[in-house]
T-cell receptor
Framework: DAGVIQSPRHEVTEMGQEVTLRCKPISGHNSLFWYRQTMMRGLELLIYFNNNVPIDDSGMPEDRFSAKMPNASFSTLKIQPSEPRDSAVYFC????????????FGAGSRLTVL | DQQVKQNSPSLSVQEGRISILNCDYTNSMFDYFLWYKKYPAEGPTFLISISSIKDKNEDGRFTVFLNKSAKHLSLHIVPSQPGDSAVYFCAARTNAGNMLTFGGGTRLMVKP
């Protein structure tokens, strides 16, 4: 299995531009999570999906952030418009089933907003 | 309000000695705890876990201790190796939840 696949690995953009991060979870995993890592806050949960349905988006910082999961093998996290304070590493993770405890993470997408 | 805290941002240890990483939590509904290790430019990877019905879990050089009354857990690495140098995240889950709450991480440096 190729694991959780994220793209792009690195993104540099200018303030005000739209950013789209992509994630392909492990096949068969029905829960998908988006986390953000910053120096100040560590790893914080932004949103998670169960069976493609958003369950908890309370961690999404602002309306500028949105996430979708159109099918079981693909999710996007969009920031529009982007701001310098959005600069961080964004991780996608997946797991199999509600009872499972261990998340498998992707390698992350490092976003720099100038 | 951070429900999972790792108060030491960094730790430096000599190779062969014990590394002790600490984690405190505030939510008494947490019933499962995990440690993840993260190397630069990689995603966090699962290391070891413990259920709240236990107070110790061991896997090779890694042991996790849970003190529920103090709402404290620790990860012991014995003996420490240079390859253990990484950022370690503590995480917790409630029995009703499907998500993990992470601490801020501790950067461990093991010196040869």
């Amino acid at each position: 299995d190729a694991g959780v696949i994220q793209s792009p690995r690195h993104e540099v953009t200018e303030m005000g531009q739209e950013v789209t991060l992509r994630c392909k979870p492990i096949s068969g995993h029905n829960s998908l999570f988006w986390y953000r890592q910053t120096m100040m806050r560590g790893l914080e949960l932004l949103i998670y999906f169960n069976n493609n349905v958003p369950i908890d988006d309370s961690g999404m910082p602002e309306d500028r952030f949105s996430a979708k999961m159109p099918n079981a093998s693909f999710s996007t996290l969009k920031i529009q418009p982007s701001e310098p304070r959005d600069s961080a590493v964004y991780f996608c993770a997946s797991k199999n089933g509600h009872g499972a405890n261990v998340l498998t993470f992707g390698a992350g997408s490092r976003l720099t907003v100038l | 309000d951070q429900q999972v805290k790792q108060n030491s941002p960094s730790l430096s240890v000599q190779e062969g000695r014990i590394s002790i990483l600490n984690c405190d939590y505030t939510n008494s509904m947490f019933d499962y705890f995990l440690w993840y290790k993260k190397y630069p430019a990689e995603g966090p990877t699962f290391l070891i876990s413990i259920s709240s019905i236990k107070d110790k879990n061991e896997d090779g050089r890694f042991t996790v201790f849970l003190n529920k009354s103090a709402k404290h857990l620790s990860l012991h690495i014995v003996p420490s190796q240079p390859g253990d140098s990484a950022v370690y995240f503590c995480a917790a889950r409630t029995n009703a939840g499907n998500m993990l709450t992470f601490g801020g991480g501790t950067r461990l440096m093991v010196k040869p």
